[in-house]
């Protein structure tokens, strides 16, 4: 079976930095998207506590208290 040329040391060098710097970008977009997803995840969850805090008829220092005396018991 034939093989193909080899390559050079510095060709596989330079290949293997390639690689990784398309690595490198790579991770640090997904990263990017991760972030904006958590942010949109955070402000679901805010704006589901908004609504259940207009829902009760309470204060929004009301429920701080009320939370506030939860943690601390």
């Known amino acids: 079976m034939a093989r193909g040329v080899k390559k050079s040391l510095q060709e596989k060098i330079t290949q293997k930095e390639e690689l990784i710097e398309a690595l490198t970008t790579r991770i640090k977009k997904e990263k990017d ?3 904006d997803l958590l942010e949109l995840q955070k402000m679901e969850e805010l704006n589901e506590l908004r609504l259940v805090v207009e829902r009760s008829g309470l ?3 009301e ?3 009320m939370a506030q005396t939860q943690v601390a018991q």
């Open 33 to 35: 998207e991760l972030n």
């Open 59 to 61: 204060e929004i220092n």
């Open 63 to 65: 429920i701080i208290q």
